[in-house]
Nanobody
Framework: VQLQASGGGLVQAGGSLRLSCAAS????????IGWYRQAPGKQRESVAS???????GYADSVKGRFTISRDNAKNTMYLQMNNLKPDDTAVFYCVARTVAIVYWGQGTQVTVSS
């Protein structure tokens, strides 16, 4: 499985961004897909995930602001991020999980200015 993330950038606090993650390869093996982020000097943390059944999960810090979705026909996952805060500044990574393997995409930088 190969993952290609895009959509990061610089935005002012209160603004919005939409990240995309396009999957290719053995996508039919994917059970769940999601986003992690890593801020400078901090550990990587899970942000949101969605499984093959459509169930979603979010970190408490983004609930009500971020929405994860997937378009199975396009093998693409999205993360709509609204009301962004400076604390959301991080490199965001898309992640796909199969029964046996976790695949990581390259990161995309999100910078939120105050």
């Amino acid at each position: 499985v190969q993952l290609q993330a895009s959509g990061g950038g610089l935005v002012q606090a209160g603004g919005s961004l939409r990240l995309s993650c396009a999957a290719s390869g053995r996508t039919f093996d994917i059970d769940s897909i999601g986003w992690y982020r890593q801020a400078p000097g901090k550990q990587r943390e899970s942000v949101a995930s969605i499984n093959s059944g459509g169930s979603t999960g979010y970190a408490d810090s983004v609930k009500g602001r971020f929405t994860i979705s997937r378009d199975n026909a396009k093998n693409t996952m999205y993360l709509q991020m609204n009301n962004l805060k400076p604390d959301d500044t991080a490199v965001f990574y898309c992640v796909a999980r199969t029964v046996a393997i976790v695949y990581w995409g390259q990161g995309t930088q999100v910078t939120v200015s105050s």
